[in-house]
């Protein structure tokens, strides 16, 4: 009976070297040429998204820089001299100092609050198991869900009883309150990936959970504390909606509230120059912030996954 099976390949004689020519050939590799082609256009798409956002940054700079009549007639061109006058304008005749002051105070104070009360909180429900846990926890998650804007008359009523309306700490813990969820439902998850054995190893030293906390457990969540505070600190320099309604007085406003009377007092005046240096001074520190800490960020995100 024929088949259709190639013969064996003869075996070399005893105490012969075998050389490549007595191997069988075997198929030839192809070309991996989808992933090619897959990473050609992952790569591709990156970059159209890179242009897309930095692209306006670098414009928003470079026009702080230009004159009002260089910005209309010659948008997309280098200015031919940088016209520093724009910040120091925008800085003292439009109150950016008093804003920015403001916005460092009220941030500074509110991310401060936040980390030391969400992983304080997230710790404990990590690492110790009792009655009501799990509905603390998901009451945390809810408060995520819950959208702020629906519980703005409530609580602008709450913060003027309580007296803390257009005033500073007011806002700073209303702050605290709004980012309190996330904190610890993230902190939560990073304190679960740490070993236990370096708590158990200081409790068997004679530690209280207070100093293994402080001293042990939070230093080790370092990654995850930056990365959330990188989170809380862009939400809380660019939020506009609370201060808008607790925080009417004009001597207290914070940097968004100053970006928007910016805007509409140049705009009637005419100066797009200092607009444009305004927007870009309430732009610097969340780039400075991101670049600084982008590394610590990515570990943050990743440790959970990485342990």
Avoid: C
Wanted: without cysteine; hydrophobic residues 50%.
């Amino acid at each position: 009976m024929k088949t259709t099976e190639s013969p064996a390949p003869v075996p070399a004689e005893s105490g012969a070297p075998v050389t490549k020519a007595d191997l069988p050939l075997g198929p030839p590799p192809k070309e991996k040429k989808e992933g090619t082609v897959l990473n050609a256009f992952s790569h591709g798409i990156l970059v159209i998204w890179a242009v897309m956002v930095v692209m306006p940054l670098l414009w928003a700079v470079m026009t702080s820089f230009k004159d009002d009549r260089s910005i209309f007639s010659s948008p997309w061109s280098l200015p031919d001299t940088l016209h520093f006058d724009n910040w120091s304008r925008a800085w003292t005749e439009a109150n950016m100092s008093d804003y920015f002051l403001n916005t460092v105070l009220v941030v500074g104070g509110s991310l401060i609050g936040t980390l030391v009360l969400g992983s304080m909180a997230a710790y404990v429900l990590a690492r110790f198991d009792f009655p009501g846990n799990r509905f603390i926890y998901y009451l945390f998650i809810g408060g995520m869900s819950f959208p702020i804007m629906l519980a703005l008359v409530p609580l602008f009523y709450v913060v003027n009883n309580m007296g803390l309306l257009n005033t500073i700490h007011g806002l700073i813990l209303v702050y605290i309150a709004y980012s309190l969820p996330f904190t610890v439902f993230f902190l939560t998850a990073f304190f679960r990936t740490l070993p236990t054995s370096v708590a158990e190893a200081a409790f068997v030293d004679g530690a209280s959970h207070s100093r293994t906390f402080f001293q042990i457990m939070l230093p080790m969540a370092k990654p995850g504390l930056v990365s959330v505070g990188i989170f809380n600190f862009l939400g809380q320099w660019n939020q506009y909606m609370l201060p808008t309604v607790l925080n009417t007085d004009p001597d207290k406003r914070v940097l968004t509230q100053g970006l928007v009377q910016l805007a509409v007092s140049q705009g009637y005046k005419g100066d797009w120059s200092g607009l444009f240096a305004g927007l870009v001074m309430a732009m610097l520190p969340v780039l400075a912030a991101y670049i600084i800490f982008q590394r610590q960020v990515v570990q943050g995100l990743t440790a959970g996954a990485l342990k």
